[in-house]
């Protein structure tokens, strides 16, 4: 059984006095295990791999990485390239999260296609692909989407990083299974947008599905992967409107909401004993909370470190 593993996500929206290098340091005296910076251009945001080289510079202990670069944004080599300069420059404290890219706004506001759901799969497991070859020296790829030609040796070798792959459909789940050494389970967004539609496929019974057969098919390549969640909320059982909105967005009865995947309901010992019943029924050890939650969330994670 995979011990815990917490995260924040943070734009630097919430740094604070001292700014993001001390935010930094404190997300690290909290006793978290990752800090994460998303790739978005659409909203206001740190740059995802300079805000975590910084953060790494300032710390000592504490990993950083990606939650998650968008692949339609950048070529795969270079990815590939700047994942294996930073983990070697961090000694291996960076993790790279990468996914198909979900939020429309940010393809189409840099003058982008926003492509369709199938393609931007297919793109994604070509890039996959061509960033592992990278990291195991190949130096030129021909694909349908993508074409490297005379990478120069090494350039993309000093120190591979963990890989989370994260997505909520079928296919880019199978696809983060047979290549990530994470694989975060997340909202099928292929519409471009949230709501309620993407809430419904997070459900229990949907994520103890996604997360058996994500098993599965790392197994038959003789890996074993971590499964990874956000978390979107946590709430007091007394606050009973707040429940049941959420059981109308997620589509179940309001007695449900404690055991949704994302959510958590309770004072600090009931959400460790559900996080502890949660990773008994999917596996899923790793898991993420928006730095607006950082501070409720911390006795948590001290209730669960080392565990």
């Known amino acids: 059984m995979s011990g815990f593993r917490f995260g924040v996500l943070s734009t630097g929206a919430t740094c604070g006095p001292g700014g993001w290098p001390a935010f930094a340091r404190r997300v690290e005296d909290q006793g978290w295990s990752v800090l994460q910076v ?38 795969p080599a270079v990815v590939a390239r700047d994942a294996a300069w930073l983990a070697a420059a961090t000694g291996g404290r960076f993790e790279l999260g ?13 003058g982008h296609p926003f492509r369709e759901p199938a393609e931007r799969v297919d793109r994604l497991g070509e890039a996959l692909a061509l960033i592992r070859g990278c990291w195991a020296g190949r130096t030129s790829f021909a694909g349908t989407h993508y074409v490297l030609d005379a990478l120069p040796e090494g350039a993309a070798t000093a120190a591979p990083p963990r890989l989370l792959v994260g997505g909520g459909g079928r296919r880019v789940l199978d696809l983060a299974a047979r290549h990530a050494d994470v694989v975060g389970i997340a909202p099928d967004m292929r519409s471009g947008r949230i709501g309620r539609d993407a809430a419904r496929t997070t459900g229990r019974e949907q994520v103890t599905a996604k997360a058996a ?14 499964l990874h969640m956000s978390i979107t909320g946590i709430h007091d059982r007394a606050d009973t409107a707040r ?18 995947p994302s959510v958590l309901v309770g004072d600090t010992a009931e959400i460790a004993d559900e996080l502890r019943r949660r990773r008994d029924e999917t596996g899923v050890s790793y898991l993420t909370v928006n730095e607006t939650l950082l501070e409720r969330m911390a006795p948590v994670v001290a209730e669960l470190a080392g565990t």
């Open 213 to 226: 057969r994500i098993r599965e098919l790392a197994a038959a390549r003789g890996a074993t992967v971590e």
């Open 98 to 110: 990468i996914g198909a890219g979900w939020m429309a706004a940010d393809h189409t506001m840099l």
């Open 243 to 260: 429940i049941d909105r959420l059981a109308d967005s997620f589509g179940v009865a309001p007695g449900e909401v404690p055991r949704l």
């Open 38 to 75: 998303p790739q978005h251009f659409s909203v206001p945001s740190v740059p995802p791999l300079p805000a975590l080289a910084t953060a790494a510079a300032t710390t000592s202990e504490l990993t950083v990485g990606t939650l998650v670069l968008d692949n339609e944004t950048g070529h």
